[in-house]
């Protein structure tokens, strides 16, 4: 328990514990045929049909599945960056280099991640990318995401932000996540797109 919640913090709560209860009623055949859908949609994108560099993530558990993404755009020879969460939360990245690659790590009491398991490039690497994949559980009308509440990729807006690159930044849903409102507080920024199984979504930066 927090002493003290911050703003928006309780509704995040909430909605994230709702979310969550949807993505865990999925069964083995949803998670196949989004999976395929899913990178389908995502490879008509041109930010990403374009880029050189990706930074992704591997998918686990009931989570819009990404691998299949991950496979035809390392075909294609792009350069696919992977998280390496560290204790404090923030990201090092490493290079996807097919499954093999990658290892089984769980970090405490958490869900048991994919990682890549070769070189450790560092976290300013993710500055390199032209396009930012980013996992979440929701996103509303004006691309303001809601994450884990890690704040992983908070600080990896931030470090772009910082660095003065504006790489494409696309978040990872099903379709029934795509909502009107999600809470925000003040370090949360909007993304620029959103792709489910049934399309892309792009958001129009405020006005
Ligand atoms: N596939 C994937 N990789 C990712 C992320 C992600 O969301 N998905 N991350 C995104 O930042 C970073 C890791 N951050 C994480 C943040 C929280 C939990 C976690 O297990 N949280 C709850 C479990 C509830 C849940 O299922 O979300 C816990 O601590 O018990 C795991 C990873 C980097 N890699
Ligand atoms: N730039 C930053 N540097 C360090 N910590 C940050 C930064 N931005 C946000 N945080 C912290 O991260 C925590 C989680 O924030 P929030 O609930 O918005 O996570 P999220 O966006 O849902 O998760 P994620 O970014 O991992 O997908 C908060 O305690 C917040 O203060």
Same mark, same amino acid.
């Given at each position: 328990?927090?002493?003290?919640?911050?703003?928006?913090?309780?509704?995040?709560?909430?909605?994230?514990?709702?979310?969550?209860?949807?993505?865990?009623?999925?069964?083995?055949?949803?998670?196949?045929?989004?999976?395929?859908?899913?990178?389908?949609?995502?490879?008509?994108?041109?930010?990403?049909?374009?880029?050189?560099?990706?930074?992704?993530?591997?998918?686990?558990? %009931? /989570? $819009?599945?990404?691998?299949? +993404?991950?496979?035809?755009?390392?075909?294609?020879?792009?350069? &696919? !960056? @992977? =998280?390496? *969460?560290?204790?404090?939360?923030?990201?090092?990245?490493?290079?996807?280099?097919?499954?093999?690659?990658?290892?089984?790590?769980?970090?405490?009491?958490?869900?048991?991640? %994919? /990682? $890549?398991?070769?070189?450790? +490039?560092?976290?300013?690497?993710?500055?390199?990318?032209?396009? &930012? !994949? @980013? =996992?979440? *559980?929701?996103?509303?009308?004006?691309?303001?995401?809601?994450?884990?509440?890690?704040?992983?990729?908070?600080?990896?807006?931030?470090?772009?932000?910082?660095?003065?690159?504006?790489?494409?930044?696309?978040?990872? +849903?099903?379709?029934?996540?795509?909502?009107?409102?999600?809470?925000?507080?003040?370090?949360?920024?909007?993304?620029?797109?959103?792709?489910?199984?049934?399309?892309?979504?792009?958001?129009?930066?405020?006005?």
């Amino acid at each position: 328990m927090r002493p003290i919640a911050r703003p928006g913090e309780p509704d995040k709560r909430s909605l994230r514990r709702e979310i969550l209860a949807v993505r865990n009623r999925l069964t083995a055949d949803d998670l196949r045929e989004t999976s395929a859908a899913l990178a389908a949609r995502a490879l008509e994108l041109p930010e990403l049909a374009r880029a050189g560099t990706v930074a992704a993530y591997v998918s686990v558990g %009931s /989570e $819009p599945g990404t691998l299949a +993404l991950l496979d035809t755009l390392r075909a294609r020879g792009v350069r &696919v !960056l @992977l =998280p390496v *969460l560290l204790p404090d939360n923030d990201l090092d990245w490493g290079r996807y280099e097919g499954q093999d690659s990658l290892a089984r790590v769980r970090h405490g009491g958490r869900m048991a991640l %994919s /990682e $890549p398991a070769g070189e450790r +490039l560092g976290p300013d690497t993710v500055t390199a990318a032209d396009a &930012v !994949l @980013l =996992p979440g *559980l929701a996103v509303d009308a004006r691309g303001m995401r809601l994450g884990r509440g890690g704040g992983s990729y908070d600080r990896v807006l931030a470090r772009l932000e910082r660095a003065g690159v504006r790489p494409a930044l696309v978040v990872l +849903l099903y379709d029934a996540e795509v909502v009107e409102r999600v809470p925000e507080e003040p370090h949360d920024r909007p993304v620029h797109a959103v792709v489910t199984p049934s399309g892309v979504r792009r958001f129009r930066p405020e006005a």
